[in-house]
């Protein structure tokens, strides 16, 4: 078996201000637009969301990195120094989000869904045609 770090990246990305960085050495789930509270507050609108196997996702450094539980099952991980959201990390969840808009191009991913539609603001509209979920908050 070969280590983790001698097989293929399939994905990069940070923080803006680059003090968190990741890697991914595994597949990358294609996009999905969160429309839950949560996400619209954290992220002015809704939240786009790739994701991982935690094991599979390397953090350095982790000196920035701070985790901020957004409920009762799961926490959000952003950058003490610029504030960007990079992770959404479920309890129990098989794998860990990556907020879409961290992940260097090109991504090779598409937005292929949209959850949490019953909590969508009020000011726009989805209209893209992609499959529409209701779904719990805070499951990405
Ligand atoms: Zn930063």
Redesign the pocket.
């Known amino acids: 078996m070969p280590t983790s770090q001698e097989r293929p990246i399939r994905a990069t990305g940070g923080?803006?201000?680059?003090?968190?960085r990741y890697t991914i050495r595994g597949a990358v789930r294609d996009v999905w637009a969160c429309h839950c509270i949560l996400c619209r507050r954290l992220h002015s609108h809704f939240g786009a969301y790739a994701a991982c196997d935690p094991a599979d996702l390397e953090i350095a450094p982790t000196n920035?990195l701070r985790w901020y539980r957004s409920s009762p099952t799961a926490r959000r991980g952003f950058?003490s120094?610029?504030?960007?959201q990079i992770f959404w990390d479920g309890k129990g969840s098989d794998h860990i989000s990556i907020a879409a808009g961290t992940l260097n191009e090109p991504t090779g991913l598409k937005l292929i869904k949209h959850i949490c539609v019953n909590q969508k603001g009020d000011y726009y509209e989805i209209a893209d045609g992609l499959p529409q979920a209701g779904q719990e908050p805070d499951r990405l």
């Open positions: 923080c803006l201000c680059g003090s968190v920035k950058c120094k610029c504030g960007a």
